[in-house]
């Protein structure tokens, strides 16, 4: 590069310069008057400060040894249940439910689902119970009838109730009787 070239750059910077400063020195404008500022922080410094409530303290996390690992299983159970197949007879307890037996159709509902709604006497030692099932129709029963989802047979009809005894499992493979009641509405 020249000289002649450097000086002219250098003069095209200066007279850049020259525009620029003035145009930028305008933003910047001394003002003699401050009152209405004072006037601003006087009152902000009068006004009521709020206290900050401090940060809640936080325990420390404690981490927590479980000992019992080397302990019996907690779902194994103590003994060995009895299988009641291998005993000749059947069950445990002796109860069974009849499952090769044809289903009535009150068997079909829970026992939540029927209400007793009134009784018929026919004779001074037969007395019908009248039930309505989960649908709306009303049947009969009697002592020998059968009622909801656990076997339920009926084996006493009062005027004001129906009591049965169903046959449940006992939760060892065996079976046990559970006594329960439907009660007029």
């Given at each position: ?142 002592i020998g009838d059968y009622m909801g989802f656990d076997y339920g047979k009926v084996v006493a009809v009062n ?27």
């Amino acid at each position: 590069m020249t000289t002649h070239s450097k000086r002219s750059g250098n003069r095209t910077l200066r007279g850049a310069v020259a525009v620029l400063l003035p145009v930028l020195m305008s933003g910047c404008v001394w003002i003699e008057d401050t009152a209405d500022l004072r006037s601003f922080v006087a009152q902000e410094k009068q006004k009521k400060t709020v206290r900050v409530e401090p940060l809640p303290e936080f325990k420390p996390y404690h981490s927590f040894i479980y000992e019992g690992a080397s302990m019996r299983n907690p779902f194994k159970p103590l003994v060995a249940l009895i299988n009641p197949d291998k005993i000749p007879g059947g069950d445990v307890a002796g109860k069974k439910p009849d499952i090769d037996r044809e289903k009535e159709y009150l068997e079909t509902f829970s026992l939540d689902n029927l209400k007793m709604v009134g009784s018929i006497n026919k004779s001074s030692d037969t007395r019908w119970a009248l039930i309505r099932d989960g649908k709306g129709e009303i049947h009969r029963v009697t002592i020998g009838d059968y009622m909801g989802f656990d076997y339920g047979k009926v084996v006493a009809v009062n005027g004001d109730s129906v009591d049965l005894i169903e046959i449940i499992s006992n939760g060892r493979g065996g079976w046990m009787n559970r006594p329960r009641s439907v009660v007029m509405d």
